[in-house]
């Protein structure tokens, strides 16, 4: 089901932008929609990964050394530092899986 979501999601977010923004496509809108269409990714982004990193079932994660929650902060960190997007999803995800590991089996 979470696959199933993600992947519509992404689906619509790809046409939207790309039905709206590719310059080939003869529909024109406002330039105040081309603007508002530019953060419907982040956005919808946002709204998936939120309950996932802050939420644990019904229960508000309050452990600050929760993986989630060291992941999500170096990723923003990251992001503020360099503009490179595939480094630092690497780098997050790497992070990720150590400490959920280094965690779990300590």
Not at 27 to 35: A, D, G, N, T, Y
Request: charged share 10%; proline share 5%.
């Amino acid at each position: 089901m979470t696959w199933l979501l993600i992947c519509s999601l992404a689906l619509i977010v790809f046409i939207n932008r790309y039905v709206f923004l590719e310059p080939k496509v003869v529909i024109r809108l406002p330039v105040f929609f081309q603007q508002m269409l530019q953060y419907s990714a982040p956005c919808l982004l946002v709204a998936i990964c939120a309950p996932i990193v802050f939420f644990q079932g019904d229960q508000l994660r309050v452990n600050i050394f929760d993986p989630y929650i060291l992941s999500a902060t170096l990723c923003v960190i990251l992001a503020l530092l360099n503009q490179r997007i595939l480094l630092n999803l690497s780098l997050a995800l790497v992070c990720f899986y150590t400490l959920n590991y280094l965690l779990l089996h300590a």
